[in-house]
């Protein structure tokens, strides 16, 4: 398969968020603002890379009928990893994120990508394909934040934009989640029939 | 901390999916028809009060002694997706009609996040035994409580006019969000 094509579908094509919903839980509940979005995103990508990685490894070993509990310890040992990389180098990061960082092993992407993907092909096509889906979430949850960031405190990566007085604070909290990401999905939609 | 206070704070102000954002995919999933959505949360039900409980008694009597409680993430995965095996097994055997009603949830229940959301939440609260199963239980109840209320409202949705660009997950996302405002408004009841 061309290999910018396996990188690219996550973006627009596949994106995890937009187009198959999957991921929902971070999504919603990270994004009150940029900087948070980028970094759970950043966190599922080395996830999703470094357990397509080991899942294309030894893919030929595991025996059929436990391939998703094998899949599970793979995937929950890097995001224990994660956790105390994070905790130690990103303090800050860490408690605004909280239980959402343990629960990247319940991300549906994750597992989803380790049985559709990388239990089928090569390690280098599964690096790849981890890489663009990890980053196609990461833009998706990126974009969610700002957008949230922005009309909800006047701000972008805690930039202030204009005066926090006018922003609508229901976009930084948990309905003006739902109601976003409800727009975005059809705004993007269209753009993509268009 | 009263048993009061955890309940309610479960159920309405802190509800699980509605302001914690845990277990949104069976609740965008399976929300389309009320009678699956009543299933799925008997489901949940179950499986986060046994899983509570089995997790909560593996952290105090195996992690925290040996002090390894960074294992914690992968051996509540594995303690959950092991129970929801065990489950469907016993149910098929016990309870044949439990077993048609929930059966087709049970797999799914693996990577709801709420279940294991719950599970490690009743740790960090401190919770003891009986207090992290009136959580589990209370959650529960509250998972219940907004997966009905949105299956209702999508069964009306079919019938209203929706614009053409909006229909099928937008404007249920946005119907999501005006629940979540409602649920709001419970805002200082604990």
Redesign the interface.
């Known amino acids: 398969m061309n290999q910018w094509k396996n990188f690219s579908k996550g973006f627009f094509k596949e994106n995890a968020v937009f187009t198959l919903?999957?991921g929902?839980?971070?999504t919603?509940?990270v994004t009150s603002s940029a900087i948070n979005g980028l970094g759970m995103g950043l966190a599922t990508t080395f996830v999703l890379v470094m357990a397509n990685l080991v899942i294309s490894l030894i893919k030929d070993v595991i025996p059929e009928k436990v391939r998703?509990?094998a899949f599970?310890?793979v995937i929950?040992?890097f995001?224990?990893i994660v956790?105390?990389l994070m905790q130690a180098y990103v303090p800050a990061l860490y408690d605004s994120l909280g239980?959402f960082i343990?629960?990247i092993?319940?991300?549906?992407i994750v597992?989803g990508r380790a049985e559709a993907f990388a239990s089928k092909n090569s390690v280098g096509a599964s690096i790849v394909d981890g890489l663009g889906m990890g980053l196609g979430f990461a833009m998706a949850l990126t974009l969610l934040g700002s957008v949230r960031e922005l009309l909800g405190s006047g701000k972008l990566f805690d930039i202030s934009i204009y005066p926090e007085d006018y922003g609508m604070l229901?976009f930084v909290?948990?309905?003006?989640?739902?109601?976003a990401?409800?727009?975005m999905?059809?705004i993007i939609?269209?753009m993509k029939k268009a | 901390m009263e048993y009061a206070l955890i309940i309610i704070s479960a159920i309405f102000v802190n509800n699980v999916v509605?302001?914690?954002?845990?277990?949104?995919?069976p609740f965008?999933g399976v929300s389309k028809k009320l009678s699956t959505g009543i299933g799925m949360t008997g489901a949940v039900t179950f499986v986060m009060i046994i899983a509570t409980l089995v997790t909560w008694m593996v952290q105090k009597l195996v992690l925290e002694p040996f002090n390894v409680q960074?294992?914690?993430?992968?051996t509540f995965?594995?303690i959950i997706?092991?129970l929801v095996q065990l489950v469907e097994i016993v149910l098929k055997k016990v309870s044949p009609p439990l077993y048609q009603a929930l059966g087709v949830f049970l797999p799914l229940i693996?990577?709801?996040?709420a279940i294991?959301?719950v599970a490690?939440?009743t740790i960090?609260k401190d919770f003891n035994l009986m207090e992290s199963v009136v959580f589990a239980t209370a959650t529960a109840i509250g998972f219940g409580l907004a997966l009905v209320l949105f299956a209702g409202i999508r069964e009306q949705l079919d019938l209203a006019d929706v614009p053409k660009?909006?229909k099928g997950?937008?404007?249920?996302?946005?119907v999501?969000?005006?629940l979540?405002?409602a649920f709001?408004g419970f805002a200082n009841l604990a």
């Not at chain 1, 092993?105 to 549906?108: A, T």
């Not at chain 2, 960074?70 to 992968?74: A, E």
């Open positions: 919903l999957l929902m839980c971070p919603l509940g998703i509990p599970i310890v929950a040992t995001v224990t956790e105390m239980l343990p629960l092993v319940v991300n549906c597992l229901v909290l948990a309905p003006g989640a739902f109601i990401l409800g727009y999905i059809a939609d269209k | 509605l302001s914690q954002f845990l277990g949104i995919c965008l960074f294992l914690q993430t992968i995965i594995l997706a092991a693996t990577t709801n996040c294991l959301g490690i939440m960090q660009g909006m997950t937008p404007i249920a996302l946005i999501a969000g005006l979540a405002l709001m």
